[in-house]
């Protein structure tokens, strides 16, 4: 093989290494600025759903909500329709 083979060779590696200590050093001042566990966390925030959806009775008696399993109002004791 060919001293130029090598060349090339060592050329293109260190083309490889410089590309990817530039990316690393892009994502570690990124990090610096915003940390990944923030950028996670408000991705979570924006996109996940945290409340829960409750359904509710109202009693005709009182006007109380109750959850939708009482078979009786928590408020007066009445019978849920």
């Known amino acids: 093989m060919s ?3 090598f060349t090339n060779i060592s050329t293109q590696i260190w083309g ?12 570690w001042i990124v990090n610096f600025i915003f940390p990944i566990v923030d950028m996670i966390s408000w991705v ?3 996109f996940v759903r ?29 019978e849920l329709g």
């Open 3 to 5: 001293e130029d083979f």
């Open 50 to 78: 945290k409340e829960k959806i409750v359904v509710v009775v109202k009693c005709s008696s009182c006007s109380t909500n109750n959850p939708q399993k009482n078979k009786f109002c928590s408020e007066c004791g009445k």
């Open 44 to 46: 979570t925030r924006c």
């Open 16 to 27: 490889i290494a410089s590309v990817l200590i530039t990316l690393g050093f892009a994502i």
